[in-house]
């Protein structure tokens, strides 16, 4: 017989409902502007470690094809370029091969800029929205080096690959893995970093390594380049992303570029540029920081449940 | 064999790993916000029992095993083999020891019990959970001695030793779980 409930309660629906008033409120109270913007691009993302999915099928389409965004953030900095001001949006995103306890390949984002705040403001921002949320509570931060220092007894700009390598095989069982060091990086993060995470609360890390800066500024921070990102972690789950924003479009371009440079020799699919974006950040991006945060996730936290297929309505398994 | 990928591993999968056939436990990813997705894996390799966590990038993909568990009549062991028969086609199947591991301790004539066939052939075999067995040898039972308290080692026909009751006595037939070893009661001949 088919399975045609929903997977999450009536108590759920009811509190996803709540969340998303609150988050509202915690905006309009700041004169923050809800926006909208389209969920199919025609242009996707160059980073290799995400995979959009593609709508291929309608007239509309001309015959080409369009991706489902990944996260709203090329169309919301266009509308900054172009003098939005503060602005922030409640939309799906959707990211292929991503389905677990903590991952639907469709998901709700909640996605804001600041314009004159830097990484540290914001984090303080998302900090108050998650007490907002969840209830008043404390927050630390520590620096990606910090953590690293702290969980592995490494430096993680200095550790040469054998270090990173070895420190992963105390960890897991690694067969036949491979690859450089940002992937053992990533490694040690979830099979090391993350699980001490789930004991600390709410609690941010910042200060990435430049070669997984994304979208953030590089700054020079005690003799290394450091990309200005964060990660909100609320009890080892990993709950919001943020940069304080690249705003130089050379060097945003050199990015998407060097991203299709390492996907080509990964055997991925080059991705067109977002010229659209390119163009608005060389009119000029105002400074500005901007976060991402997994609405679906937050309410997981809130909700105590383990799995994010409770808080759904209707999972990828059920439609 | 179909090669399956990392996000349809689900429990009760059997993949080839690094030449053995293994048995998924356990499947779950995890992603750094930005970054490498991984699975991490608790498996059970089928040949030698052992039970660990193997790391894959997420999106590998590893070889379907033909591994199959059938219930199977046991009929005899010769001085290398054990053997069996399924009952619905009377095929036989030899088992070596290492396939037997410590089953044998378990398997009386006639009995059924699940025997994992890898690539057609025994790999590994799981007695039923409670098996009736004689006592071939028991230090004489203490007349009338029905009480609570005290054991005794009991020798049973395949070789096994039990502990049980004072009370029991050779020739009698037990009943055993064959999960722990231990003396479940007399069964009435």
């Not at chain 1, 992937?183 to 979830?190: I, N």
């Amino acid at each position: 017989m088919i399975d045609w409930r929903p997977g999450a309660s009536q108590a759920l629906l009811l509190r996803r409902a709540e969340l998303l008033a609150r988050v509202r409120a915690f905006f309009a109270h700041r004169a923050v502007l809800e926006v909208e913007t389209p969920l199919l691009c025609s242009r996707g993302i160059t980073d290799p470690a995400i995979e959009p999915l593609c709508v291929s099928g309608g007239l509309s389409l001309g015959g080409s094809s369009r991706y489902l965004q990944t996260s709203p953030e090329y169309a919301m900095k266009r509308l900054l370029a172009a003098g939005s001001g503060p602005i922030y949006q409640i939309c799906k995103a959707f990211r292929d091969g991503e389905a677990g306890r903590r991952h639907n390949p469709e998901f709700t984002l909640l996605e804001w800029y600041r314009p004159g705040m830097d990484q540290h403001a914001l984090m303080a921002e998302v900090a108050a929205l998650v007490c907002a949320c969840l209830g008043e509570g404390p927050w630390q931060a520590f620096t990606y080096r910090a953590v690293f220092q702290q969980c592995l007894q490494l430096d993680p700009f200095t550790a040469d690959l054998a270090a990173l390598q070895s420190a992963a095989r105390q960890l897991t069982d690694t067969g036949s893995l491979a690859g450089d060091r940002d992937f053992w990086l990533d490694l040690l993060l979830t099979h090391a970093v993350e699980p001490w995470l789930a004991g600390q609360g709410l609690c941010f890390i910042y200060d990435y390594p430049a070669s997984q800066a994304a979208l953030a500024r590089l700054v020079e921070r005690d003799g290394h380049t450091v990309g200005e990102r964060f990660e909100l972690y609320i009890d080892g789950i990993e709950v919001a992303n943020g940069y304080h924003e690249l705003a130089d479009a050379a060097e945003q371009r050199a990015r998407f570029e060097a991203d299709n440079r390492r996907r080509q020799s990964m055997g991925q699919a080059e991705r067109p540029l977002d010229e659209a974006l390119l163009a608005a950040l060389e009119a000029g991006l105002p400074a500005c920081s901007g976060v991402a945060l997994g609405l679906d996730r937050l309410l997981l936290l809130a909700s105590g449940e383990a799995d994010i297929r409770r808080v759904l309505a209707f999972s990828w398994e059920r439609c | 064999m179909a090669n399956f990928s990392t996000n349809e591993f689900r429990p009760g999968l059997k993949v080839m790993l690094d030449g053995d056939p293994c048995s998924i436990l356990e499947n779950e990813f995890v992603k750094p916000g930005k970054g490498q997705a991984f699975n991490r894996v608790r498996m059970r390799n089928l040949k030698t029992g052992r039970v660990w966590e193997r790391t894959f990038k997420s999106g590998e993909s590893l070889e379907g095993a033909d591994v199959m568990d059938r219930t199977m009549e046991y009929l005899y062991n010769d001085s290398e083999f054990w053997y069996f028969m399924e009952p619905d086609t009377f095929e036989q199947h030899q088992a070596d020891a290492k396939a037997l591991g410590d089953a044998y301790l378990w398997l009386k004539e006639q009995d059924t019990c699940e025997v994992t066939l890898f690539n057609g052939t025994p790999l590994s075999v799981a007695p039923a959970n409670f098996v009736e067995l004689e006592i071939v040898e028991t230090d004489p039972g203490l007349k009338g001695d029905t009480a609570q308290g005290g054991s005794k080692p009991a020798k049973l026909s395949t070789g096994a030793v039990v502990k049980v009751p004072l009370f029991v006595t050779t020739g009698e037939v037990i009943r055993v779980d064959t999960r722990t070893g231990e003396y479940q009661n007399r069964v009435s001949k």
